[in-house]
Nanobody, 123 residues
């Protein structure tokens, strides 16, 4: 069974960039599609971005495309989320999740989740 651990969150000012990492242990991530989701206080967990097992197919939340980039390094068993031009609306706990099968935007399709990493953007 794959275990996922997120890192790279923190407190930044508006306009800054952050790169989140999702490191896997227990098994290789090679067979898994991986998604990033986020949950702000009082809101539902929402889709951010996802990447297929090969990295050849990526999906983004329509409102975030152009600012966020997802990538993976299967040799390092890690998936990354590069976030640029951050603003206060990006403040949330960011989770990575994995699934066997095609990459999707749907939260309930993912059955392996990390504990999350907090991103706070001050204006």
């Amino acid at each position: 069974q794959v275990q996922l651990v997120e890192s790279g969150g923190g407190l930044v000012q508006a306009g800054a960039s952050l790169r989140l990492s999702c490191a896997a242990s227990g098994r290789t991530l090679t067979s898994y599609a991986v998604g990033w989701f986020r949950q702000a206080p009082g809101k539902e967990r929402e889709f951010v971005a996802a990447i297929s097992w090969s990295g050849g197919n990526t999906l983004y939340a329509y409102s975030l495309k152009g600012r966020f980039t997802i990538a993976r390094d299967n040799a390092k068993n890690t998936v990354y989320l590069q976030m640029n031009s951050l603003n206060s609306e990006d403040t949330a706990v960011y989770y990575c999740a994995a699934r066997i099968g095609i990459v999707t935007r749907t939260r309930c399709d993912y059955d392996i989740w990390g504990q999350g990493t907090q991103v706070t953007v001050s204006s």
